[in-house]
């Protein structure tokens, strides 16, 4: 991975600067970083001096990198244009369902969703939206998909329930200053955008 402009991975000690640079941000639960490319020969590399991933010494150059954001948690995609990634068969056949309209998961984990999805995807998951759930039996799961019968012949089914909230706790506590924030305040979708605003907002009020 390249470091956008700043040369690091081409200076002295670049790389555990560079290591340093992605594990804070790991550790910040940021969900998307966008680097610069590293070519794997001389003839596509962005200029005479640029790094390369076409040695052994290079492999463990970007270890360092990658051993740091591993160890913050997070993990690190890559890939080499027209190479296309070999993706292990699924052993179920998997459909995910939602009852609104718009893309699966469209509203929650608004920066790595679409990473989500893709690899849903690739591994052949079939999503479905407006969906209208009528009853399970031998047969499966019957239901209407934008208004249109549909028998899904399951095994099994998952339900993922009761995001509704429940502030009789809160309301019976009046001896105490209460501060609701994220999922507690509003259950019907959990938010981590909303969540994270709420708390830097009510911790700057302290």
Not at 45 to 71: F, Y
Not at 122 to 133: A, P
Not at 169 to 175: K, P, S
Not at 193 to 198: E, G, L, S
């Amino acid at each position: 991975m390249g470091s956008m402009r700043l040369g690091l991975k081409e200076i002295p000690d670049g790389f555990t600067r560079m290591a340093e640079f992605y594990a804070q941000r790991a550790r910040g639960g940021v969900g998307l970083i966008v680097t610069g490319g590293i070519a794997p020969n001389r003839e596509g590399s962005v200029h005479a001096d640029a790094a390369l991933m076409a040695a052994a010494q290079d492999v463990s150059n970007h270890r360092i990198v990658t051993d740091a954001v591993h160890g913050a948690g997070r993990f690190l995609w890559g890939g080499v244009e027209g190479v296309t990634p070999k993706v292990a068969p699924s052993p179920r056949e998997i459909c995910l369902l939602q009852r609104k309209a718009g893309k699966v998961g469209g509203g929650i984990d608004k920066t790595t969703g679409w990473i989500h999805r893709m690899e849903l995807s690739r591994k052949g998951v079939q999503m479905f939206s407006c969906c209208e759930y009528k009853r399970i039996d031998d047969q499966g799961l019957h239901l209407l998909i934008t208004g249109k019968p549909k028998l899904l012949a399951v095994d099994n089914v998952v339900i993922c329930a009761g995001q509704e909230s429940n502030r009789k706790l809160v309301d019976q506590i009046i001896t105490l200053p209460v501060h609701i924030i994220g999922g507690a305040d509003k259950a019907s979708e959990l938010d981590a955008k909303r969540a994270i605003d709420q708390g830097t907002r009510l911790a700057a009020e302290f």
